[in-house]
């Protein structure tokens, strides 16, 4: 009897303990799974935070994106109802930033953003907030108070930072400087976000405008000038397409003789509303609005079958056109030239392409490679507006070019200043060592004229001798024959 008993203990005892083998099995099991999903939620936690950082950061600066500006700015706003505290924006775009990309390359444009995203968030005060919109374009939300320096101490104060030379790694020795504009806009009550983003959009525009640089706040005759922009970029469009344009010439002279040397070629529009818009309300336009490469085209077009007609008379004339940067940066620039040229007829040599020393200068090492290709073509090149940038004799002679034009700037104060006198006598001096023409612009009296010659300039334009002209009125004046009756558009 004593056995079977045993046994029975025995497989009770071993039944115990596989119920609670299993249970504690069970129970390891449960745990683990629990944990299991406590971390897979922790995970998907992680995940959708690192997901929302990035639908609302910069990915390259780490910076607040447009989507976090304009929602920080709308809880600015909302504070305002109940705080008293002054909401303001800016605006910030760095002016010269292309030009750094194009010489130093994207990379290093990419390192300097950082740069500037971390020098930004460094100068600001602690309940203000930075953000990036794209591009080279930055945000400052500034919620002061009543008794707080207003937002233009800080565009002040951010103006100053920027304008400290940038350190960049991987390029010792090479301190690049950055320029900025900043618009400034103040909410002013019952304004929504959209609003207040606006206008300090628009005040940017004007401060980019007034030569950047600098900061601009806000007024509502702005919205005003800003519309009217638009307006003329609408109607621009539509001008080249429907030949409002036109071209006038004005003269360029030998100092010495009074004898006409050439035209420079001029555009002009008249609107069938506003009537004749002066040059310097639609170039601007044209270049902000990328309307520059097709007036240009026009104008190049006019001028070379318009100099065609008068060497087919007898009269040849050097012709020179006015490149835009925009132009000179299409590869296939050359060969647009090329096909004018080809087309009108005219002597590659009576064309003369006049650029300004900073377009020039943007990128000298890609404009020597462009204006070679243009000089294969035979024809010349001369810089526009010469001694306002910042070429060195350096670039200089390895540019091929062939004249150089004084800017009117210094012919303007040639009698009455000798510094201005001795500037314009250094830049003829230079220009007669590289072997080039000298022109003076901007010519006003009889003075100048004397002063000019004194220096040795060889060539010049302005009022004194003669302003614009329609090519009928010019031939009449000059004998030149009788003048192409008018070009299409384009």
Not at 156 to 184: C, W
Request: contains cysteine; glycine residues 10%.
């Amino acid at each position: 009897m004593g056995e079977p008993a045993s046994g029975a203990l025995s497989q009770a005892l071993l039944g115990g303990l596989l119920v609670l083998g299993a249970s504690i099995l069970l129970f390891f099991s449960i745990r683990l799974l629990a944990f299991s999903r406590q971390r897979a939620l922790a995970l998907v936690e992680e995940r959708t935070g690192e997901l929302r950082h990035q639908a609302l950061h910069d990915s390259l600066t780490g910076l607040p994106n447009r989507t976090l500006v304009t929602d920080r700015a709308e809880q600015m706003l909302a504070r305002a109802d109940r705080e008293p505290i002054v909401p303001s924006v800016l605006f910030i775009d760095l002016d010269n930033f292309k030009d750094i990309n194009d010489s130093f390359g994207h990379q290093r444009g990419d390192q300097l953003l950082r740069a500037v995203a971390g020098r930004l968030a460094g100068l600001v005060r602690p309940g203000d907030s930075v953000g990036r919109l794209g591009g080279d374009e930055f945000v400052v939300l500034v919620q002061g108070r009543p008794a707080d320096p207003g937002p233009e101490a800080v565009a002040e104060r951010v103006l100053e930072g920027l304008a400290e030379p940038f350190h960049l790694e991987g390029m010792d020795g090479v301190a690049l400087t950055v320029e900025a504009s900043i618009g400034v806009a103040s909410a002013s009550p019952g304004q929504s976000t959209d609003e207040l983003l606006r206008d300090a959009d628009v005040a940017l525009y004007e401060a980019k405008r007034g030569g950047k640089g600098r900061h601009m706040l806000f007024r509502p005759d702005m919205r005003l000038a800003v519309q009217d922009h638009l307006a003329i970029a609408m109607d621009l469009r539509h001008a080249i397409a429907k030949g409002e344009l036109f071209v006038e010439y004005q003269p360029t002279f030998e100092l010495g003789t009074l004898v006409i040397a050439g035209v420079e070629a001029l555009a002009r529009w008249r609107h069938p509303t506003r009537g004749l818009v002066a040059p310097d309300q639609f170039i601007p336009v044209a270049e902000d609005s990328g309307l520059i490469a097709a007036l240009g085209k026009y104008v190049l077009a006019s001028s070379c079958q318009q100099g065609a007609a008068w060497a087919r008379a007898g009269h040849p004339l050097q012709i020179s056109v006015n490149v835009s940067g925009h132009q000179l940066e299409s590869e296939d620039f050359a060969a647009q030239v090329s096909e004018t040229l080809a087309v009108s007829g005219l002597d590659p040599g009576l064309l003369t392409l006049e650029l300004t020393e900073s377009v020039l200068m943007r990128d000298a090492d890609t404009s020597v490679r462009r204006l070679q290709a243009l000089k294969k073509l035979g024809l010349k090149v001369a810089i526009d507006d010469f001694g306002t940038g910042y070429s060195s004799l350096a670039r200089l002679r390895v540019l091929p070019v062939d004249a150089l034009k004084i800017d009117r700037s210094f012919v303007a104060g040639i009698v009455g200043s000798r510094q201005a006198r001795t500037i314009a006598g250094s830049l003829v001096q230079l220009g007669k060592s590289l072997g080039l023409q000298v022109f003076a612009e901007g010519i006003e009296d009889e003075d100048q004229l004397a002063q000019l010659e004194r220096l040795g300039c060889d060539y010049g334009q302005g009022f004194y001798y003669s302003r614009p002209l329609r090519p009928e009125v010019l031939a009449e004046r000059f004998h030149l024959g009788r003048p192409l009756p008018g070009v299409p558009a384009l």
